[in-house]
């Protein structure tokens, strides 16, 4: 895997994580949910850090030993966890946030992912779908 590849799947996944953090905005305004919106953006901006802590350990791994690529990608795994572990144990202490958005945040990448595949494998489905149509339209 090339390393600009890498770096462009982490801009194209932050970028979409914030257009949908961006999106649940004005729902949270109008509810005027504050520590809601300080928990998804605080949750947000922890999972697109873990995001670029696993390119950074993606990178550095790809130039190493098998042995130590195993060892250095468990360790950062490690660090990545515990990173979000302080985010989510902040979240707990401190009464102006709210925790379950902060959740919402850090799962928030996973869902970009798996939302962008079920949409592309639809769009698939659907061109071979009108193409058959267009076809028997013949």
């Known amino acids: 895997m090339k390393s600009n590849s890498v770096e462009a799947l982490w801009y194209e996944i932050t970028i979409k994580c914030i257009k949908v953090c961006l999106l649940a905005l004005p729902f949270l305004f109008y509810f005027q ?19 670029y802590f696993l390119m950074a350990s993606v990178k550095s791994a790809s130039e190493m030993s098998s042995g130590q690529a ?56 659907y061109g071979k779908f009108s193409r058959k149509l267009a076809k028997k339209g013949d």
């Open 70 to 125: 195993s060892t250095y990608t468990y360790s950062r795994y490690i660090i990545r966890q515990a990173f979000a572990g302080v985010v989510l144990i902040g979240a707990i202490f401190i009464d102006f946030i709210n925790f379950y958005w902060v959740v919402i945040g850090l799962i928030l990448p996973k869902f970009v992912i798996l939302g962008g595949r079920v949409l592309t494998s639809l769009q698939e489905s």
């Open 33 to 51: 949910e504050f520590s809601a919106i300080i928990g998804l953006i605080l949750g947000t901006g922890a999972a697109v850090a873990k995001l």
